[in-house]
């Protein structure tokens, strides 16, 4: 069995329209999640870590994100794999 664990951080892809149409980054990582069909042996962990949209992520939340992981990869039980979930307006910032 691989582990993977998501971390979704806002952004259009976990978002959605509010009542006058403006766009909100509200959506979760478990409402991404149960979208995907996983292949067999794959087991993921969903978590949220933000809820921004993606022009205002911020160095501070990259330096977060990054003490996330690196707490996952030293960790008891290391996931296989970490996939962060977060919007393209930063996406090549946060690379």
Same mark, same amino acid.
């Given at each position: 069995? @691989?582990?993977?664990? *998501?971390? /979704?951080?806002?952004?259009?892809?976990?978002?959605?329209? $509010?009542?006058?149409? @403006?766009?909100?980054?509200?959506?979760?990582?478990? #409402? *991404?999640?149960?979208?995907? @069909?996983?292949?067999?042996?794959? #087991? /993921?962990?969903?978590? $949220?870590?933000?809820?921004?949209?993606?022009?205002?992520?911020?160095?501070?939340?990259?330096?977060?994100?990054? +003490?996330?992981? +690196?707490?996952?990869?030293?960790?008891?039980?290391?996931? $296989?794999?970490?996939?962060?979930?977060?919007?393209t307006d930063t996406?090549? #910032?946060?690379?």
């Amino acid at each position: 069995m @691989r582990r993977v664990t *998501l971390i /979704v951080c806002g952004g259009t892809i976990a978002g959605h329209a $509010d009542v006058v149409g @403006r766009f909100r980054p509200t959506g979760h990582a478990a #409402e *991404l999640l149960a979208g995907v @069909r996983l292949p067999a042996g794959i #087991e /993921v962990t969903a978590t $949220d870590a933000l809820t921004v949209p993606s022009r205002a992520m911020s160095l501070a939340n990259v330096l977060q994100l990054v +003490e996330r992981v +690196e707490a996952l990869a030293a960790g008891a039980q290391p996931p $296989d794999g970490v996939v962060i979930s977060q919007s393209t307006d930063t996406l090549e #910032e946060t690379a």
